[in-house]
């Protein structure tokens, strides 16, 4: 006894040990997520702060910097990846490089480990845009071809094209203008597939730079036109249109259609807006279109014009702008031959251009001070060449260095293609292996499935031409009965009755005498008589008439079922049907099939819902036949799965007929079975 009453006290210590580990491991889960949903709630509102353009940068760059800090904290990988992905491009767009540089390297060693092929190329994207903001080219191509290739490998082709726009977009800017074009037309080749009208204005838009730096004039005219066909289709349009015109006119200068030029330009200055909301182009059309001038030989008011754009540019410290400004200038000033003018703008200029290290403004200002300065021309030639020199070595080994990380990648990419071909057909041997089995398994349930469909069908085919022969017999019946009642009420109208007349008229005209007693005696007799007649004549009328056969044939059989089903069930009954139905005019397709709904309806009542009372009634409506079947069972739920097939069949059924079933029911309170069909079309099966 102590040993069991022992045994029974470490039971119980062991279970209620096993519930409180059960309860504080939900509990702590329960906790983590509450953890975890505020931090990702926290790290929302720090980024959504960092885009808030009303906050200084400085504090931006705070709620960001806050955003990573709880971000690092997070246990979910996929979570804190995502995040990351965001603080990225968020870093990068307030040029914060430190928090650029130390999230986009988590971001990618954490991508990276979880294989994640889509974050990879995200990332590689961001550092691919930061790279082109800080001018470091090679950097940024290297990031944009990284980002193409994962891109490409999990086959996203709107940004696989995206990102050969921008590698194309490098080599242009570098002078590779073959390069460049092949790529930009492998993008738009994909951008034409998805239909991306924005995507593929640019790409012709690009193509016309490109062909006008190649001087093949006429294929840039007809890019840009091009260009501006398609940005029809786009809704917002921005300033697209402008730029475009201005590359058109740009495009008519150099080929000395100066007119066409001014005119592109004068075009994309009708926008009223773009004073106000881009002062910066704004300022570039006022200058081309004042050098255009000067370059058709127009000096008329020139030098105020390129001032008025030089003023623009100055005060909105657009450094670039103001190089090209001075440069028109000087030329102009060196065309009115004045010398100090035009090589003070033109020293100006070039000072300008090495503060921001534009090369190409340097060489641009090295040429035109060649040509100003004739005192220090062989001095400016050579500070031209040997840069010029240097650049183009510089540009020719990036050109290579970008050669060289397309042919590693394409070699990269065919190997991949290779072995996730070898992967298809080990899968699709795989599949097809499992297919032959699948099918071969599925063939022989079928063979049995349809052994046992056809023997149903055949007993269901034996049961109706039974019952159709019950219904022909208990007609047959029905008619012998019917024959029967006119062949008596033939008889005691045409025999019986005539020979009660003729005894009657016969007594009548008897002359009896006696006392006045027996007198009446005789005349009560001969009234009786009468009567008699009458009642016969009655009966032989309604043995003839219709009215004593108004149950026949099938609702007899109905009522014969419904009453050996009570019995069995142990249900009390109502049946009632409206006068109008005429069940010999009724096709006995429909009555078998009627027959067959009531029968499976009585036997799911009496098995499953234990109804005392059941009521029945049939009727007809605009040419359709209506039954419906309703008892005060236990009801069920319609929609739950049942195992039996009585309903399907049911419903198989009034389907054959081209007719309704419905049924309804209420759990305690009982089941309604509504049946109808036409009782017109002769198209019915069994």
């Excluded at 709107?158 to 590779?176: E, H, P, S, V």
């Excluded at 090369?359 to 060649?370: A, F, G, Q, V």
């Excluded at 009642?485 to 005209?509: N, P, V, Y």
């Amino acid at each position: 006894m102590n040993t069991k009453h022992t045994y029974n006290i470490l039971t119980r210590i062991l279970f209620f040990c096993v519930v409180l580990t059960f309860t504080f491991c939900n509990k702590k889960q329960e906790t983590n997520d509450k953890e975890i949903a505020s931090k990702i709630d926290s790290i929302e509102n720090w980024i959504q702060q960092s885009k808030n353009r009303k906050f200084n940068l400085n504090n931006r760059k705070e709620a960001l910097q806050k955003a990573f800090n709880y971000t690092y904290t997070l246990s979910i990988d996929s979570i804190k990846n995502t995040y990351y992905s965001k603080i990225v491009f968020e870093a990068e767009g307030l040029n914060s490089e430190h928090l650029f540089r130390k999230v986009a390297k988590k971001a990618l060693l954490l991508a990276t480990k979880r294989s994640d092929t889509f974050k990879i190329a995200d990332t590689h994207w961001n550092y691919a845009s930061f790279y082109t903001r800080k001018e470091k080219i090679d950097s940024a191509y290297y990031h944009f071809h990284e980002a193409y290739k994962s891109y490409k490998l999990i086959k996203h082709e709107y940004y696989t094209a995206k990102m050969l726009y921008n590698m194309g977009f490098i080599q242009g800017r570098l002078k590779d203008y073959t390069g460049s074009e092949v790529l930009i037309f492998e993008a738009l080749t994909i951008f034409k597939k998805l239909d991306r009208s924005l995507n593929i204005y640019r790409c012709y838009n690009y193509l016309g730079l490109i062909y006008m730096e190649l001087q093949e004039f006429d294929r840039a005219i007809y890019y840009h036109k091009k260009a501006l066909e398609y940005l029809k289709k786009v809704d917002d349009k921005r300033y697209y249109k402008e730029w475009s015109l201005n590359n058109l006119g740009l495009t008519y200068q150099k080929m000395k259609k100066y007119e066409e030029a001014i005119e592109s330009f004068n075009k994309a200055l009708k926008n009223s807006n773009l004073k106000k909301r881009n002062i910066n182009f704004y300022a570039r059309l006022l200058d081309n279109i004042a050098y255009t001038k000067f370059l058709d030989g127009d000096t008329t008011n020139i030098a105020q014009e390129l001032y008025k754009s030089l003023k623009i540019r100055d005060s909105v410290k657009n450094i670039s702008g103001v190089v090209i400004s001075k440069r028109h200038l000087s030329e102009f000033y060196a065309f009115k031959l004045d010398t100090l003018q035009a090589v003070k703008l033109a020293n100006e200029a070039h000072n300008l251009a090495n503060k921001i290290e534009n090369n190409r403004d340097k060489l641009e200002t090295l040429l035109l001070l060649s040509k100003v300065d004739t005192k220090n021309v062989s001095n400016y030639l050579a500070n031209y060449i040997h840069l010029n020199d240097s650049l183009q070595v510089e540009e020719r080994k990036i050109r290579n260095k970008f050669t060289r990380i397309r042919f590693e990648t394409d070699e990269y990419i065919d190997e991949t293609e290779k072995l996730s071909e070898q992967k298809i057909v080990i899968l699709a041997g795989a599949f097809l292996a499992i297919l032959f089995l699948s099918l071969a398994y599925y063939s022989r349930v079928q063979r049995t499935r349809n052994k046992e469909l056809l023997f149903e069908k055949e007993q269901q085919k034996y049961n109706e031409e039974i019952y159709s022969l019950m219904l022909n017999q208990q007609s047959k019946l029905e008619e012998g009965r019917v024959n029967e009642r006119h062949r008596i009420a033939e008889d005691l109208h045409d025999g019986i009755l005539g020979k009660i007349f003729g005894t009657r008229i016969g007594l009548g005209f008897l002359n009896i005498n006696g006392d006045k007693n027996s007198i009446e005696k005789h005349q009560f007799f001969i009234n009786e008589l009468q009567n008699i007649e009458k009642e016969i004549r009655t009966i032989s009328h309604e043995l003839r008439s219709e009215i004593l056969s108004s149950k026949v044939d099938f609702f007899i059989i109905i009522e014969n079922l419904v009453e050996q089903k009570s019995i069995v069930g142990n249900f009390k009954y109502e049946i009632t049907t409206n006068t109008e139905i005429h069940w010999n005019d009724i096709n006995d397709k429909i009555k078998i099939n009627f027959y067959r709904i009531l029968q499976e309806a009585l036997q799911n009542s009496i098995k499953y819902a234990k109804a005392t009372k059941i009521n029945i009634e049939f009727k007809i409506d605009n040419n359709m036949l209506i039954l419906s079947i309703k008892d005060n069972g236990i009801g069920f739920n319609i929609y739950e799965k049942r195992k039996g097939i009585g309903l399907k069949n049911m419903k198989s059924r009034a389907k054959k007929l081209n007719g309704i079933f419905e049924i309804t029911s209420i759990i305690n309170k009982g089941t309604t079975i509504f049946v109808s069909c036409p009782t017109q079309n002769k198209s019915y099966e069994y």
